[in-house]
C-alpha cells in the first residue's frame, strides 16, 4: 500500500519491474523460505535462454536462505530443468490435468496482469513478459540466482579464458573505438557495427560464441555491418557501457548504425536465423 501510494499503481513501465516485484512477490517468499530447509520450482532451461539455459536439478539457492540462515541453508529443486514445453504439454494433456484457459489464447507465460501479454506465433514464450525491457533480465525476483554474480565465483571469472580468440570472424574493439562510432554517427560513411557486450566468465555470454561466430563468419563479406566484441566486465568499462547502451546484464548485443542511435537487440533469442534477421532488418538490407 505504501509502494502504491507513494508511485502509483504502475511505476514499473519507467522504473522496471523489479521495485514492484520485490514488495508483492519477493520479500513474502523470503519470508517464507526462511521457515524451510528447500523449496521446489518448475524452471525450465528453454523458458528463457536469456537467464534460465543453465538451470540445475538440484542446487544450493544462491539468493535466498532457509532455516537457520546463511549462505548454503537452503536447497533449490528444479525438476522440469531438462524437460521441453513440449514434454510438459504431453503430460499435462495425457494426464488430463487442468490448466489455465489463457494458454490457449496465447498466453504461454503468464505472470501478472498488467506486465503479461499474449505472443504472436514463432515468438519465444518469454516474450510475452515484461516486454519493455531487456530481454536477458527477465526474472522477478524469485529467480534472481540465475542472474546474480556471486563474489565467491570471482578468482574463476578473472582467470575464464577470453571469447572468440585468435582466428575468430568476430573482431576485439576497444572502448575508445566504440565511443568514436558513437561520435560520428551520421557523419561518417562505412558499415553498421553489431557489438556484443560481454564477459568472457559469464556462461550466457559462453552459450552465446557458436552463434556470434558463425554470424561473424557468414557477414564477413557483408559490406554493410561489421560483427564485433567488446568486454565490458571491466572496471572502465561497464559504467560507461551502462550509460551508453543500457546494458544490465551479459551478454547485450547492440547494433550502432551509420546514422542514428544504437539500437539494442530485445530477444531472449540468440539463433544466428534471428540475429541474422534482425540485424539486416536494423541495418536496412536485404
Not at 542446487?59 to 546463511?70: I, K, M, R
Not at 533449490?76 to 510438459?88: I, R
Not at 571469447?163 to 553498421?192: I, Q, Y
Not at 566468465?201 to 558463425?214: D, K, M, N, R, T
Request: charged share 25%; proline share 6%.
Amino acid at each position: 500500500m505504501d509502494f502504491v501510494r507513494e508511485k502509483g499503481m504502475f511505476s514499473f513501465y519507467e522504473d522496471g519491474h523489479g521495485e514492484c516485484c520485490r514488495v508483492r512477490k519477493v520479500r513474502p517468499l523470503r519470508r517464507q523460505l526462511t521457515t524451510l530447509k528447500a523449496w521446489v520450482t518448475g524452471q525450465r532451461k528453454d523458458q528463457s535462454p536469456g537467464t534460465r539455459s543453465a538451470v540445475p536439478v538440484v542446487q544450493v539457492d544462491p539468493a535466498f536462505e532457509g532455516v537457520g540462515g546463511g549462505p548454503g541453508s537452503l536447497i533449490k529443486f528444479n525438476p522440469l530443468a531438462n524437460a521441453t514445453s513440449a514434454q510438459v504439454w504431453g503430460f499435462l494433456r495425457v494426464m488430463g490435468v487442468p490448466v489455465n484457459e489463457l494458454h490457449s489464447c496465447g498466453y504461454v507465460s503468464i505472470g501478472c496482469e498488467p506486465c503479461t501479454r499474449a505472443v504472436l506465433p514463432g515468438q519465444h514464450e518469454r516474450e510475452g513478459r515484461w516486454w519493455w525491457e531487456d530481454a536477458a533480465a527477465k526474472e522477478c525476483g524469485l529467480h534472481s540466482g540465475n542472474i546474480v554474480d556471486a563474489a565467491a565465483d570471482q578468482a574463476a571469472k578473472e582467470g575464464a579464458p577470453d571469447l572468440w580468440g585468435a582466428g575468430s570472424a568476430v573482431k576485439a574493439v576497444s572502448k575508445a573505438d566504440v565511443e568514436k562510432l558513437l561520435a560520428t554517427a551520421g557523419t561518417r560513411p562505412g558499415p553498421a557495427t553489431l557489438v556484443a557486450l560481454y564477459a568472457p566468465w559469464c556462461q550466457f555470454c559462453q552459450g552465446l560464441e557458436p552463434a556470434y561466430e558463425e554470424l561473424a563468419a557468414k557477414m564477413g563479406g557483408s559490406k554493410a555491418v561489421r560483427v564485433v566484441k567488446l568486454r565490458a566486465d571491466e572496471a572502465d568499462v561497464r559504467p560507461w557501457a551502462e550509460a551508453a547502451f543500457g546494458l544490465k546484464t551479459f551478454p547485450t548485443l547492440a547494433l550502432i548504425p551509420a546514422v542514428g542511435k544504437p539500437v539494442k537487440y530485445g530477444s531472449d533469442d540468440r539463433s544466428v536465423e534471428m540475429l541474422e534477421n534482425w540485424t539486416a532488418s536494423v541495418a536496412g538490407f536485404e
